[in-house]
């Protein structure tokens, strides 16, 4: 009797998915079956960052406990993202009771459904199933997305082609990137703070990490280089700004490593960082730093550049489609315009302007004629709108805010300079956030 598996695309709109577990599977599978308009109950005693930023904003539920047969209760569908196979046969057992299909990410022989490969281009979706092998279906999927995306003077090369190839061991990869200075290409530098501890062991084998922009939010505003270096990634060490859809996509083997699980604080964390990249390279791994936006922009991708030079470990460097430009864009604003405005700037705002460690002259910021555009500046928009004001920017100055830009939760709020603080507080928005200072906001205005 044939066994093979009938395909099935579920349209799970506003119909109940049980996800069973809170940890790096299912903040893999979340993203799509929110993607998909499911309603999303999540059943665990911890989640990861990932899947408490999606709590936090309201788009699944969340019990944190022990899972209990009553949680199937009007699903549709249940994922069981755990690694006791106890406790993942107690849901399997429930489900079966209830006659809900089940997927197991720890034995899919046991599941009564499977995940496919999945590659999306714009409103096509290809899933294919690989009679039960993971990487037979990750390959065929690539291979498809390689015709999807593939056009004229554009192709995605093999892995390993020299128009990419990481710089030597102690260099920095990219063509227009020059190493740091300090970096020798032929020597093995002894460890620093946050290398990991040691050089390239003599005759090792050495693997190599790339820093890639996966850009605003949208999964397609990622780079064709950037998603080929995922393909090839043994480590993944994503961002919570990560699009979730590009998590959705890794091989089943790859390591998933939430930079924003790291139990430090802010400085700490990044030498943590810092320390995985280079261990896992100097293991021999393939290692992507998945980054929201562009590494470069307040990304800290320079540091981790440093880290990995100075042991010895190379480093490909792929730009990302920065939110500062892309999300006012999506949103209708321009960050220049034809007769409105010449210049730009973006800053960072996530230190206060009061603050004696802020590095932004906000008085000069003010005397500025053209944009700015103002990120991780939420928090203190009350004394950035404030500190710009008292410093000669007028009060009625156009302003925009937007919120979770270029995905499916983007909210979008017009105000003036000396409103805008209260107007967000009043409509609820939320990081992450884009603040636009200018003109520009009401040039495309009719």
């Given at each position: 009797m044939s066994t093979n598996p009938y395909p099935l695309g579920l349209r799970l709109a506003g119909r109940r998915v049980v996800v069973v577990g809170g940890g790096a599977v299912a903040s893999r599978r979340v993203p799509a079956l929110?993607?998909?308009?499911?309603?999303?109950?999540l059943v665990s005693p911890e989640v990861t960052p990932?899947?408490?930023?999606?709590?936090?904003?309201?788009?699944?539920?969340?019990?944190?406990?022990?899972?209990?047969?009553?949680?199937?209760?009007?699903?549709?569908?249940?994922?069981?993202?755990?690694?006791?196979?106890?406790?993942?046969?107690?849901?399997?057992?429930?489900a079966a009771?209830?006659?809900?299909?089940?997927?197991?990410?720890?034995?899919?022989?046991?599941?009564?459904?499977?995940?496919?490969?999945?590659?999306r281009h714009g409103p096509v979706t290809v899933a294919v199933l690989g009679g039960g092998d993971p990487h037979r279906a990750m390959a065929v999927r690539d291979a498809v997305r390689e015709l999807l995306t593939a056009r004229t003077g554009?192709?995605?090369?093999?892995?390993?082609?020299?128009?990419?190839?990481?710089?030597p061991a102690g260099g920095v990869g990219g063509p227009q990137a020059p190493a740091p200075?300090?970096?020798?290409?032929?020597?093995?530098?002894?460890?620093t703070a946050g290398s990991g501890g040691g050089a390239v062991p003599p005759g090792g084998p050495v693997g190599r990490v790339s820093l890639v922009g996966a850009g605003p939010g949208d999964p397609e505003l990622i780079t064709v280089k950037g998603w080929r270096l995922l393909t090839e990634a043994d480590v993944v060490v994503a961002d919570r700004l990560v699009p979730g859809l590009l998590l959705d996509e890794l091989r089943p083997d790859v390591e998933l490593v939430d930079a924003a699980k790291i139990p430090y604080g802010p400085s700490r964390a990044q030498?943590?960082?810092?320390?995985?990249?280079?261990?896992?390279?100097?293991a021999g791994k393939v290692v992507v730093r998945l980054k929201g936006g562009d590494p470069y922009v307040?990304?800290?991708?320079?540091?981790?550049?440093?880290?990995?030079?100075?042991?010895?470990?190379?480093?490909?460097?792929?730009?990302?489609?920065?939110?500062?430009?892309?999300?006012?864009?999506?949103?209708?604003?321009?960050?220049?315009?034809?007769?409105?405005?010449?210049?730009?700037?973006?800053?960072s705002g996530h230190v206060a302007p009061d603050?004696?460690?802020?590095?932004?002259?906000?008085?000069?910021?003010?005397?500025?004629?053209?944009?700015?555009?103002?990120?991780?500046?939420?928090?203190?928009?009350?004394?950035?709108?404030?500190?710009?004001?008292?410093?000669?920017?007028?009060?009625?100055?156009?302003?925009?805010?937007i919120q979770e830009g270029t995905t499916g939760g983007q909210r979008s709020l017009r105000s003036t300079l000396g409103a805008v603080a209260a107007d967000v507080v009043a409509a609820g928005l939320r990081p992450p956030a884009i603040v636009v200072i200018g003109d520009v906001v009401d040039a495309l205005t009719p």
């Open positions: 929110l993607d998909a308009g499911a309603d999303v109950l990932a899947l408490r930023a999606h709590v936090d904003a309201g788009r699944l539920h969340w019990r944190p406990r022990r899972f209990a047969p009553d949680d199937l209760d009007g699903a549709w569908l249940v994922q069981v993202a755990v690694d006791d196979p106890h406790a993942a046969a107690s849901v399997s057992a429930a009771e209830r006659r809900i299909f089940c997927v197991r990410a720890d034995d899919r022989t046991a599941a009564t459904a499977w995940t496919p490969a999945v590659t554009l192709a995605v090369g093999p892995a390993g082609s020299s128009r990419d190839a990481p710089a200075a300090g970096a020798v290409a032929d020597q093995q530098p002894s460890a030498e943590e960082i810092n320390r995985i990249l280079v261990d896992r390279a100097l307040f990304g800290r991708g320079g540091e981790e550049l440093l880290a990995c030079a100075a042991a010895g470990v190379p480093v490909t460097v792929v730009p990302g489609v920065t939110s500062a430009v892309a999300v006012p864009a999506v949103a209708g604003v321009p960050v220049t315009h034809r007769s409105v405005a010449h210049e730009f700037t973006v800053v603050s004696p460690v802020s590095l932004v002259r906000w008085e000069a910021l003010a005397g500025l004629r053209g944009t700015l555009v103002v990120l991780m500046g939420l928090k203190n928009l009350a004394a950035i709108a404030d500190t710009l004001t008292r410093h000669g920017r007028d009060a009625a100055t156009p302003v925009a805010v």
